[in-house]
């Protein structure tokens, strides 16, 4: 089975600057997906970014990107000019491909880190 | 696209009743919803896989008498929390996949509804 760990239960991060949430996971799989997602105050999980494992490239969305490192089984966040409305729950998530069967779909999270935005 | 419909948004019930919680996808197909549970502070723990057409498949641990799951069409999945308890409140979200999907598609969530038993 596949696990994925925060190890920052909370982070803070000064309005502007930029800030990096860890995340690494185990799996004896070669192909998967990754995601960041954000949950709000509103509880609605928000897909921030995506990262295949097959992609060497580092995702980036905008302001997000991650650092994957296949070999070390790590997938940070590195968020750019932090933001009021940044301040969240993130979480890391890890998926099997599609081949994997009927359940494939499904995520699993880590526990998640609550990021503060300081103005 | 792809928005997911979840309802209702809160809900406090008695101890001893039933509640449904309905998961509908609004411009998709899905062929594959997960229910996934959230205690406060706490990350998303999946609870079952509802297919359509099929039975669920549920996560150890989880109760299938207790948590029953309907996936009757491509566009909806209740989850009916049966005999409710104080220790069934909770935070439960809905997530769907398109059928047919690329196989980097993301679940798409639902807004959740909050549990509360008295």
């Known amino acids: 089975a596949q696990t994925v760990t925060q190890s920052q239960p909370e982070m803070s991060v000064q309005e502007a600057e930029t800030v990096t949430l860890s995340c690494t996971y185990d799996?004896?799989?070669?192909?998967?997906?990754l995601f960041w997602y954000k949950q709000p105050p509103s509880r609605q999980m928000i897909l921030v970014i995506r990262?295949?494992?097959?992609?060497?490239q580092n995702a980036t969305e905008n302001r997000f990107s991650v650092n994957f490192q296949k070999a070390a089984k790590s997938f940070s966040l590195k968020i750019s000019d932090s933001q009021l409305g940044d301040a969240a729950m993130y979480f890391c998530?890890?998926?099997?491909?599609?081949?994997?069967?009927?359940?494939?779909?499904?995520?699993?999270f880590g526990k998640g880190t609550k990021l503060s935005v300081i103005p | 696209g792809a928005v997911v419909s979840q309802h209702p948004s809160w809900v406090i019930c008695k101890s001893g009743t039933s509640v449904k919680i309905e998961c509908r996808s609004l411009?998709?197909?899905?062929?594959?919803m997960f229910w996934y549970r959230q205690f406060p502070k706490q990350s998303l723990m999946l609870m079952a896989t509802?297919?359509?057409?099929?039975?669920?498949?549920?996560e150890q641990g989880v109760e299938k008498d207790k948590f029953l799951i309907n996936h009757a069409s491509l566009t909806l999945s209740t989850l009916t929390v049966t005999s409710a308890h104080p220790e069934d409140s909770s935070f439960y979200i809905c997530?769907?996949?398109?059928?047919?999907?690329?196989?980097?598609?993301?679940?798409?969530f639902g807004n959740g509804t909050r549990l509360t038993v008295t």
């Open positions: 997530s769907a996949t398109p059928f047919g999907i690329m196989d980097n598609s993301p679940l798409h």
């Open positions: 799996t004896s799989e070669s192909d998967y997906y």
């Open positions: 990262q295949e494992a097959y992609k060497q």
């Open positions: 998530a890890y998926r099997s491909p599609a081949y994997s069967g009927a359940g494939s779909y499904q995520l699993t």
């Open positions: 411009d998709f197909q899905a062929t594959t």
């Open positions: 509802s297919n359509e057409g099929s039975k669920a498949t549920y």
